[in-house]
């Protein structure tokens, strides 16, 4: 699967939610599409879910225009937190429903994957609680097989071991059965193990798309003597900065050439990773992550 967007805008009535938005994702792969409230996340996921038509620009999936088009939009599954209120089916049902509906449904590890998390699927939809709701989403997008399976959020509601369940589970699917999965989620540090790429969005915009692994080696941090650490980084892409007593701690994001960073080393600073969410609250700070590079 290739999914493209090229110069993609959306927007509603006054209201730019996504500006000129490029990006190329490919399977297997899970991506990480993560911003602050309001950046354009689910935006975005409607879009490539074919909820919404774009403004402007362009979306291709395996080189064909999306929008309306059956032969791709089939590849498709969109899972959000969805109310249920309404539903009088059980889970059973509407997993029987998924199966009639999506080629690739696997409605015997749909009943696994409930049975790991101990849902009951008998029950109507509408008297499940908010997290087993979202248990039931989960569970659609994983046994779905659809070759873009897209996860917005889903997760809301659900208590912590739930959410390690799920967690196994996508890491087991993509070992199984790999596909394009695009998990949006403001869990970051949770599900930084997850994710082969990393999407930001900051009002509207990409602010950073590359693989994790590039992402977090860009990033370090550094602790010692306050002095020491001022003078070995006025000239380095500081992103956040914690001081205790004579103790500095700075987050760097730029690539670090090795002699820096023997450097460092030598002068007795303590030399750290840093976590994707550190990247990102810097990033989404206004900061420019490329600049000092
Ligand atoms: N149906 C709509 N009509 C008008 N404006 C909308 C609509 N949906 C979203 N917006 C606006 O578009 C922008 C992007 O919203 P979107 O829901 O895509 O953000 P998000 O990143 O998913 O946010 P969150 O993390 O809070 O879920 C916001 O300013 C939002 O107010």
Same mark, same amino acid.
């Given at each position: 699967?290739?999914?493209?967007? *090229?110069?993609?805008?959306?927007?509603?009535?006054?209201?730019?939610?996504?500006?000129?938005?490029?990006?190329? %994702?490919?399977?297997? /792969?899970?991506?990480?599409?993560?911003? #602050?409230?309001?950046?354009?996340?689910?935006?975005?996921?409607?879009? $490539?879910?074919?909820?919404?038509?774009? *403004?402007?620009?362009? $979306?291709?999936?395996?080189?064909?225009?999306?929008?309306? !088009?059956?032969?791709?939009?089939?590849?498709?599954?969109?899972?959000?937190?969805?109310?249920?209120?309404?539903?009088?089916?059980?889970?059973?049902? %509407?997993?029987?429903?998924?199966?009639?509906?999506?080629?690739?449904?696997?409605?015997?590890?749909?009943?696994?994957?409930?049975? #790991?998390?101990?849902?009951?699927?008998?029950?109507?939809?509408?008297?499940? *609680?908010?997290? #087993?709701?979202?248990?039931?989403?989960? $569970?659609?997008?994983?046994?779905?097989?659809?070759?873009?399976? $897209?996860?917005?959020?889903?997760?809301?509601?659900? &208590?912590?071991?739930?959410?390690?369940?799920?967690?196994?589970?996508?890491? /087991?699917?993509?070992?199984?059965?790999?596909?394009?999965?695009?998990?949006?989620?403001?869990?970051?540090?949770?599900?930084?193990?997850?994710?082969?790429?990393?999407?930001?969005?900051?009002?509207? #915009?990409?602010?950073?798309?590359?693989?994790?692994? *590039?992402?977090?080696?860009?990033?370090?941090?550094?602790?010692?003597?306050?002095?020491?650490?001022?003078?070995?980084?006025? !000239?380095?892409?500081?992103?956040?900065?914690?001081? %205790?007593?004579?103790?500095?701690?700075?987050?760097?994001?730029?690539?670090?050439?090795?002699?820096?960073?023997?450097?460092?080393?030598?002068?007795? %600073?303590?030399?750290?990773?840093?976590?994707?969410? &550190?990247?990102?609250?810097?990033?989404?700070?206004?900061? &420019?992550?490329?600049?000092?590079?």
């Amino acid at each position: 699967m290739e999914l493209k967007l *090229s110069h993609v805008s959306l927007v509603y009535g006054k209201e730019q939610a996504l500006d000129d938005v490029s990006l190329q %994702l490919h399977s297997p /792969k899970v991506y990480a599409l993560i911003g #602050r409230n309001g950046s354009g996340k689910t935006s975005l996921l409607s879009l $490539i879910a074919n909820y919404r038509q774009h *403004s402007s620009g362009q $979306i291709m999936l395996n080189g064909e225009p999306l929008f309306e !088009n059956s032969r791709q939009t089939k590849h498709v599954q969109f899972l959000f937190q969805r109310n249920f209120d309404e539903y009088d089916e059980s889970g059973e049902e %509407l997993l029987q429903t998924a199966e009639d509906f999506i080629a690739s449904f696997d409605i015997e590890a749909a009943r696994r994957i409930a049975s #790991r998390f101990g849902l009951d699927l008998s029950i109507p939809m509408k008297n499940q *609680s908010t997290g #087993r709701r979202s248990m039931f989403q989960a $569970i659609r997008g994983l046994a779905s097989r659809a070759p873009v399976t $897209i996860f917005d959020e889903v997760y809301t509601g659900m &208590d912590a071991p739930s959410r390690e369940i799920f967690y196994e589970e996508i890491l /087991k699917e993509q070992e199984s059965h790999p596909r394009l999965i695009i998990i949006s989620t403001h869990l970051i540090s949770e599900m930084e193990h997850l994710f082969d790429e990393v999407i930001m969005l900051d009002q509207g #915009r990409v602010v950073l798309a590359d693989d994790y692994e *590039s992402v977090v080696s860009k990033g370090i941090t550094l602790t010692g003597e306050l002095g020491l650490v001022d003078r070995f980084t006025a !000239n380095l892409h500081v992103v956040k900065s914690r001081e %205790l007593g004579g103790t500095k701690s700075v987050v760097i994001f730029q690539q670090m050439e090795e002699s820096l960073l023997k450097e460092a080393e030598e002068l007795g %600073l303590e030399i750290g990773r840093v976590t994707l969410q &550190d990247i990102f609250t810097s990033v989404t700070k206004g900061e &420019d992550p490329n600049e000092g590079q």
